[in-house]
């Protein structure tokens, strides 16, 4: 479904990504773990292409999005405003700081953008939204603004409006550090609903638990490389690398002196 | 107490029509400095470097040189150009190319100051840059340029005092009018200030008013 | 280039006169602001009648026109037997007037210092006195500076009302050209460049002061 191949990402003269390929099959829940810095979350924003990267691609579907390769040439070329627009609706994206937009309403948040640009007609649209506000547990808020909401409620109503472009891949990054931790709860159950229902999904979190139970397969990532991958009872318990079993004995161990 | 002020109680609707003409002009100049200010500053965020160039020598010429100059010299060089221009409009026309500087500095701030998360969550979404702008970025921009926005729009009332040194006729003019015939300068010019007051008073009362709610829904 | 040298090299020390006086009246109004706004800040935050009065001040120099402020003064104090010169009056007027001014940059100054500072510095068992000097106005003279220097180009641009009741600034100098040489364009040029130069090195100074006094910021 996802095909991530050899991207390349500055900052001015710090390489935060240096070639990181990546492959997530249809149906499959990916976690990506790993101390801060290690590019996690620009890996996540270059997928749609919310960050530009001077080498590789990235493929949704079948189909390129960001950069394609020109079949004459050979070389990178970038995709158009329109093209990156319509590609971006196949995928959807959850942000660590919510980003409702504040000015409208939560039921307006989640109809905007299937009304506008996927051209849904309003009556199904709102529908529909309705339907995703059951499906997260917030039925009773569509008329509240995004002020009046906790973060998990938010973060929620952010996971619907994302869900309300029928995305084939949905991207969540580092969703609840930003939470409570009362709140924290609310927002991974609507996460794991998402994957037994079959979602793709692309998940960067520090939530250590959430990663062992719902996760298809395990990418630890460290200094703009991927440095391990597997499935997640392999490796918790037995991880291959070093550097990986470290950063889980850490926290493994973070109550102990 | 009254018999000082006999000369404002019997001026006073010679003043009031003042304050219609000072209302007047600056209504007349308000509009067109909106609208140039808001494509300024539209300029000013997306233009081309070349453009955003010129804004930039445009908004330093402005902003550095008082009003009075620049209406003074206008008052005086618009009959040599040969343009047949009322006075009324010639004001119009400096005031509201002097405050759509002012203006464009502040939709830009709002524009800027909207959080990238914004601009990312919507194009997320797959919205274009027009459907972005317009019912995302723009919303939110005009609330929050609002309360200053007001705040310049009485500053320019107050600015229409000006063109009374040119010569022209508005509230400050008619105060000093009534002043020369009645000499008695502290209460009609108290009684102009009273009026001004009133009506920037209120102004700012509805800017403070803008700004509480702004904050509201953010 | 389209303008006329010879008039130009007479008409530049004529204006330098009357800027001479701008600078004046500008440099005074901003010192006696800095004092006087601090002034009506700290009663306005006293609470009280002090405040009110402090308050209904602001409010009043804020919503009426400079020029009619000016006009009062000068020709109230004349009509009242005690005649003020023209930059007698105008000095006054600007004060007056950017005095409210100032305090509301001061007020916002105060306000913006977090309540934390007063607390961290109390617990420490600082007395008033140490606690504003040392803790809370270094603060707050850091944070003022940028509103401060935009008040300052504002005073100067101000400055040329005071040609309505004939002070000699460089505005009622440039008035008095064009009307004798019938040359607007020039003056103009002229009046304009100086006026340029003077906000420019206002907006230096305050940028020069901003680097010097914000530390940590």
Request: proline share 4%; charged share 15%.
């Amino acid at each position: 479904m996802l095909a991530m191949t050899g991207v390349v990402k500055s900052f001015g003269t710090n390489q935060v990504l240096r070639g990181v390929s990546l492959s997530v099959a249809a149906g499959e829940a990916v976690v990506v773990i790993g101390p801060s810095g290690s590019g996690k979350t620009t890996l996540l924003r270059c997928i749609n292409l919310l960050e530009d990267y001077e080498q590789g691609t990235v493929t949704v579907d079948g189909m390129p999005i960001g950069y394609r390769i020109d079949p004459r040439g050979g070389q990178r070329v970038r995709m158009s405003e329109r093209e990156i627009a319509a590609a971006r609706e196949m995928i959807g994206i959850v942000f660590q700081s919510y980003n409702l937009f504040p000015h409208m309403t939560v039921l307006q948040n989640i109809v905007a953008a299937p009304i506008r640009v996927k051209g849904v007609p309003r009556a199904k649209a709102e529908a529909r939204a309705r339907d995703l506000l059951a499906l997260v547990g917030l039925s009773d808020k569509a008329q509240e603004y995004p002020v009046r909401l906790s973060g998990g409620q938010q973060q929620r109503v952010a996971i619907a409006r994302a869900l309300a472009m029928d995305p084939k891949l949905m991207l969540f990054d580092e969703v609840t550090s930003a939470l409570d931790p009362e709140l924290v709860g609310e927002v991974l159950a609507a996460m794991q609903q998402l994957a037994r229902d079959g979602m793709t999904m692309v998940v960067v979190t520090h939530e250590m638990s959430f990663a062992r139970d719902v996760a298809d397969r395990i990418v630890f990532m460290e200094g703009g490389v991927i440095v391990e991958e597997g499935q997640p009872e392999q490796m918790f318990a037995a991880p291959k690398t070093e550097r990986v079993r470290q950063f889980l004995k850490r926290y493994n161990d973070r109550y102990r002196i | 107490m009254m018999k000082t002020f006999a000369p404002l109680l019997h001026s006073y609707w010679y003043l009031f029509r003042g304050a219609g003409m000072t209302l007047l002009m600056a209504a007349a100049s308000v509009v067109p400095a909106t609208l140039l200010g808001g494509a300024l500053a539209l300029v000013h965020v997306f233009g081309r470097r070349t453009a955003r160039s010129a804004l930039q020598v445009y908004l330093f010429v402005v902003r550095g040189i008082p009003l009075l100059v620049l209406l003074t010299f206008v008052y005086y060089l618009l009959p040599l150009t040969g343009i047949d221009l009322p006075p009324f409009w010639g004001v119009v026309v400096v005031m509201s190319l002097y405050y759509a500087a002012f203006m464009s500095e502040v939709f830009r701030a709002g524009i800027e100051s909207l959080p990238q998360a914004q601009w990312d969550a919507a194009r997320s979404l797959g919205m274009q840059r027009h459907l972005l702008l317009r019912i995302i970025i723009f919303p939110q921009a005009l609330r929050l340029a609002a309360p200053p926005f007001v705040s310049l729009c009485a500053n320019l009332v107050k600015a229409t005092s000006l063109v009374s040194i040119v010569g022209l006729w508005e509230l400050t003019m008619a105060s000093r009018e009534v002043v020369e015939r009645t000499l008695a300068p502290f209460q009609i010019f108290l009684g102009a200030a009273l009026i001004y007051f009133c009506i920037c008073y209120t102004m700012a009362l509805y800017g403070r008013f803008l700004e509480r709610r702004s904050l509201v829904g953010h | 280039m389209p303008f006329d040298l010879h008039f130009i090299v007479r008409l530049i020390p004529a204006l330098l006169q009357g800027a001479e006086i701008t600078v004046a009246l500008a440099v005074l109004t901003v010192v006696i602001c800095l004092v006087w706004g601090l002034l009506v800040a700290l009663a306005q935050s006293r609470g009280g009648v002090l405040s009110w009065i402090a308050g209904g001040y602001i409010q009043a120099v804020r919503n009426t026109p400079l020029l009619i402020q000016l006009y009062i003064i000068y020709f109230g104090f004349a009509m009242a037997g005690f005649p003020l010169s023209g930059f007698l009056s105008g000095l006054l007027a600007l004060c007056i007037q950017n005095g409210g001014y100032v305090a509301e940059i001061y007020r916002g100054g105060l306000q913006s210092v977090s309540q934390r500072q007063y607390e961290a510095g109390r617990a420490l068992g600082m007395r008033r006195w140490t606690l504003y000097t040392v803790v809370i106005m270094p603060q707050v003279v850091a944070r003022v500076i940028p509103p401060m220097t935009n008040q300052a180009i504002s005073i100067i641009k101000d400055t040329s009302q005071v040609a309505a009741i004939a002070v000699m600034e460089m505005m009622k100098v440039a008035e008095v050209w064009v009307e004798s040489s019938a040359n607007t364009y020039d003056v103009f040029l002229g009046v304009a460049l100086i006026y340029l130069v003077l906000t420019s090195v206002a907006g230096l100074i305050g940028k020069v002061a901003e680097r010097q006094l914000a530390f940590a910021q």
